[in-house]
């Protein structure tokens, strides 16, 4: 018999007039593959539907630009006071609804960040006087604009609310422009600076403007941030006034109470939380602002966990919970909660692929949920033409998504792993405490492969050919993986010396003093967990840059980037492959006294005393106790390649033809799956 395990997460909860399906919301997210015209395009559409699909009770578009004449920070911001982007708005609120979710809508203006307005304009407006990016002069908005600005607000909340939307947010946070009239920085000497009274009149004057457009029983929604983060911005003691402050004009619905700054990048990393932070790490501020708000409260930051939320309802910390990249991680986790299947939730690893992708291609893509990024081809069928019977070789990230999506396609799956683990050798990084996640998906994902119908597991099996004409597949994918390249440098066979894998494994054979040949992702990764057990760590990286650390641009370069306003998100040459996790690895290593990295930087020779290297000064020594290598992965295509002439169909994925990420692995395997038997 069906038992609700989740009765509080599924309580449903009436905001205005409308009646909200349970407590899980998805919260605002832009979508920069937008048309020409700054409007939504189907892609678009699809990947807000899919998370209407998916449960939640709400979902809400992101960075809707109330003033797009004044108020872009970029291109690739919509237009919500453009008559033309009607059609787009309606269909994708329509989209939103018709799976039983309540289409919401963020509304924003850049304020003094509009970087692209002022490009456009030759001028910024906010509330000083100054000069914004690239030399544009901010202008101090004047009692014309200001009237203006409460204007747009309310004009784009009786156009979106006319093309179907049910409920509206105001942002007001994050540094936006409502909230740099809240900010301390706000020290204009009229109504509507210097006070708190004063810098709080500008956004409640919106709300009002907003609910007489609206109407009573629309609902509204309305986020700040609880405290900055900056050196210049409002503390929580602020904060908390700013939230009793809409609270007591009692024309709000819902109080989302986030935190940040984003054009900070440390307070950014609590906007967004890093894998270095705790789940739910924001809640607390949302629960404090609880107890002095008859407003029904929302938290928001780092929530993946069903348990973990129930608890946080259950207990009257909040009353609503808001879910940003966990809804790109697995847009199902409400069905799959209510389903009594929460033990197969995909769990957001915080990474930061989706954001980096965003912002380079204008295209979500999630490491471990190869869906996001395709959500209008998922709509179409793709059924297979016929059924096969698929042999897939290899337990890791690429090998159990391929085997998982030939079952979903109705293809008869054997899925042979040499070790007896499924997993792969990301597995080694399972006692990392910022890498929980990671190993809580390949748990997942094992968990699903384990109780899928058309998958037969065969663990510990190497698979030869001669096992493969055995089974006599209708088609082959062979995901063997790599292992780690070790470098040709002399003494690198010393007994002082351990691969990165082998340090994973067995931390406490290295000693108190380390140096690690490689700067990438898996060398500075790795001497921040050592670090952070109180070794002494030096990372040597022969690049220019390394994971974490910009490298200086060239002079051409810097110099195009001042003319540009040197927007972060402009220029990921300069900060390595993934942009925003580089930036919690950075933020983490200046927590990190013990840990040092040196580019430009060659490994010479591994001698008893430690590394011989030869950088910008020279040569010279690094002591050490233990010379890590973290220098890359060698395919394993050897063993890949003895089985292509076995079946019909046969395809090589992920590490073993050229090492790869997660989400490089999981999309390539899920496509790999889906246009099986389709010949």
């Keep these: 018999m069906y038992e609700m395990k989740y009765p509080h997460l599924f309580e449903p909860i009436k905001l205005g007039n409308v009646l909200f399906r349970n407590r899980l919301f998805a919260s605002p997210q832009d979508y920069p593959g937008l048309t020409a015209d700054n409007f939504l395009s189907p892609e678009a559409t699809a990947f807000y539907e899919t998370k209407a699909q998916g449960g939640y009770a709400s979902v809400c578009i992101g960075d809707c630009i109330v003033d797009s004449e004044f108020g872009h920070a970029h291109k690739f911001m919509l237009k919500g006071d453009d008559v033309r982007c009607r059609v787009s708005l309606a269909r994708t609120a329509q989209a939103i609804m018709r799976h039983g979710a309540v289409a919401n809508i963020e509304l924003a203006h850049s304020g003094k960040f509009a970087g692209q307005s002022g490009l456009e304009q030759g001028v910024i407006y906010g509330p000083m006087d100054g000069e914004g990016p690239g030399g544009i002069p901010i202008r101090a908005m004047d009692e014309a604009f200001i009237e203006r600005i409460v204007n747009c607000y309310s004009d784009t909340a009786a156009f979106v609310k006319q093309c179907g939307f049910g409920f509206i947010n105001i942002h007001a946070g994050h540094g936006w ?3 740099q009239f809240l900010s301390p920085e706000n020290k204009r000497t009229d109504r509507w600076g210097g006070s708190l009274e004063n810098r709080t009149r500008l956004l409640l004057t919106v ?10 029983n629309f609902p509204i929604e309305v986020r700040i941030s609880a405290e900055e983060l900056t050196k210049t911005g409002y503390t929580f003691d602020e904060g908390l006034e700013i939230a009793k402050a809409i609270d007591a004009q009692g024309m709000t619905d819902l109080l989302n109470i986030s935190v940040g700054h984003h054009e900070d990048d440390g307070a950014s990393m ?26 029904p409260v929302e938290a928001v930051g780092a929530l993946t966990d069903p348990d973990m939320m129930e608890e946080l309802l259950a207990s009257g910390q909040v009353d609503v919970l808001q879910l940003g990249r966990q809804t790109l991680a697995d847009p199902d986790l409400p069905n799959k909660a209510r389903a009594g299947k929460a033990d197969e939730v995909n769990e957001c690893m ?11 291609t204008g295209v979500f893509y999630c490491a471990s949920n190869p869906v996001i990024g395709h959500e209008l081809e998922r709509k179409m069928d793709n059924t297979p033409r016929r059924k096969e019977k698929v042999l ?3 337990g890791g990230v690429g090998g159990m998504q391929a085997a998982l999506t030939a079952a979903e396609c109705g293809h008869q799956v054997i899925l042979c792993e040499k070790t007896g683990e499924l997993g792969g050798t990301l597995r080694c990084e399972r006692n990392v405490p910022f890498k929980q996640k990671l190993d809580r ?3 997942t994902q094992a968990l699903k492969v384990s109780r899928n119908e058309n998958i037969e597991v065969r663990m510990n099996t190497e698979v030869t050919p001669e096992l493969a004409r055995e089974i006599a597949p209708d088609a082959i994918i062979a995901a063997t993986g790599a292992r780690p390249a070790i470098p040709p440098v002399p003494g690198i066979d010393g007994k002082n010396v351990m ?11 290295t000693g108190d003093k380390v140096v690690i040949m490689g700067g990438g992702l898996v060398g500075v990764e790795l001497g921040i967990w050592l670090a952070q057990s109180g070794k002494d760590v030096t990372v040597v990286e022969m690049a220019p840059q390394a994971a974490g650390r910009p490298a200086d641009p060239e002079p051409e370069d810097a110099e195009r980037m001042a003319s540009t306003a040197g927007r972060m998100n402009d220029f990921f040459e300069f900060k390595g492959d993934n942009l925003v996790h580089g930036i919690a690895l950075g933020k983490q290593m200046e927590k990190l006294p013990n840990m040092r990295i040196f580019v430009k930087t060659k490994a010479l020779e591994v001698t008893d005393k430690g590394l011989m290297v030869e950088g910008p000064e020279g040569k010279r020594l690094i002591e050490a106790d233990t010379v890590i290598y973290a220098t890359g992965q060698r395919p394993q295509s050897e063993a890949a390649l003895a089985l292509k002439d076995i079946a019909p169909e046969f395809h090589m994925l992920g ?12 999309s390539i395997a899920y496509q790999v799956a889906r246009d099986l038997g389709r010949v």
């Design 177 to 179: 422009m409502l909230a």
């Design 207 to 216: 709300i009002e403007a907003v609910r007489k457009r609206v109407g009573r």
């Design 270 to 295: 609590y906007t967004h939380p890093n894998l270095f932070l705790p789940d739910g790490v924001n809640v607390h501020y949302a629960a404090e602002v609880k107890k002095h708000v008859k407003t």
């Design 350 to 360: 915080r990474c930061f692929t989706c954001f980096h992708n965003s912002s380079l």
């Design 392 to 394: 897939v070789v290899g």
């Design 441 to 443: 998906y390949l748990d």
């Design 499 to 509: 691969g990165a894998e082998a340090v994973y494994h067995n931390p406490e054979k």
């Design 655 to 666: 590490d073993c033809v050229v090492p790869k990420n997660i989400m490089q692995a999981t």
